[in-house]
């Protein structure tokens, strides 16, 4: 018979273990890939959790679920944007998902903590600079506007759900399959919702320079395609016609191939779009320090 002291005890380590830690059966079961996948989009999702939650509320994990990052180091620069009452609910409702796509990854796999993040309007400057290929005058400020708002949060969602969709066919348990299945279908949504977003003023011009709306996505588009170097897997609002849906339609509010299926890339294809200098070995952009878990890092210590 079981002693009143070894029952005692389990119930007091049940009550003791935090939630985001407790054993989950689905850790032990997943193959060593597939915990390396799984682990591998916290880097975004905390990225997209952290950026959402500042332009929103002004504040991070560390106010909302502190629990989530681990104590790792506040994010760069992130700030309240100004944004309308409509798009705030818009971006907390997004906020408030990431939250609970890094507390689904780490119920499955034991994750790690939150990566120094740059989310500074520094950071998302340089990256429409290259993308225009010169400086814009005033420096391109994410938390400014709405407008500014939105294309920088198209910059982020999209490069997640490629890497859901690169993920997928490379994993071997179904219960990694069932959570990227879910995690991709959130993504898909957001995305969807900031194009159809800005596809709505798509024509009007970014104050002060000069250039439509469509034409910023193109050329974020394309920057993020030649960090990629791995082809075309980006579309941005202003396509042209024969490139559209069936070769049919005027626009892309969606991206997609020529069968309108989503462009899936690589965890290396991501490291260098994210860290905005095209090669998944040197840290930068939005992961000063580099991206974390064991493919980031086993791509940084090829470094010479």
Do not use: W
């Not at 407790?22 to 997209?48: A, G, H, I, M, R």
């Not at 969709?165 to 959570?179: A, F």
């Amino acid at each position: 018979m079981v002693s009143i002291h070894v029952i005692v005890t389990f119930l007091v380590l049940s009550i003791l273990v935090p939630r985001s830690y407790s054993f989950n059966p689905t850790v032990s079961l997943s193959p060593k890939s597939d915990v390396d996948l799984l682990e591998f989009p916290l880097n975004l999702e905390y990225l997209e959790a952290e950026f959402f939650l500042y332009g929103a509320s002004g504040c991070g994990l560390d106010v909302v679920d502190p629990e989530l990052a681990q104590g790792g180091p506040p994010p760069i620069g992130g700030k309240k944007a100004n944004l309308d009452a409509f798009t705030r609910d818009v971006i907390l409702q997004f906020a408030y998902q990431e939250v609970g796509h890094l507390r689904a990854i780490k119920r499955t796999i034991k994750g790690f903590p939150r990566p120094l993040l740059n989310i500074s309007k520094e950071a998302f400057a340089e990256i429409m600079d290259n993308a225009f290929g010169e400086s814009l005058h005033p420096p391109f400020d994410p938390y400014a506007n709405v407008i500014n708002y939105l294309l920088a949060s198209y910059v982020i969602p999209y490069v997640g759900l490629t890497g859901y969709v690169g993920t997928n066919p490379e994993l071997q348990n179904p219960t990694s399959k069932k959570l990227v299945a879910g995690l991709l279908g959130v993504e898909s949504g957001q995305d969807a919702v900031i194009r159809a977003m800005l596809y709505d003023c798509r024509n009007e011009q970014v104050h002060p320079y000069g250039v439509s709306v469509a034409t910023f996505t193109n050329r974020i588009s394309i920057l993020r395609d030649k960090l990629g170097n791995n082809g075309m897997k980006d579309v941005g609002l202003g396509m042209r016609m024969l490139e559209g849906p069936e070769g049919r339609a005027l626009g892309s509010v969606l991206a997609g191939d020529k069968d309108s299926l989503a462009y899936g890339r690589t965890p290396q294809e991501i490291l260098r779009i994210v860290y905005g200098g095209g090669d998944e070995r040197v840290p930068g952009g939005f992961f000063p320090r580099g991206a974390h878990g064991r493919i980031a890092k086993s791509y940084l210590n090829t470094i010479i």
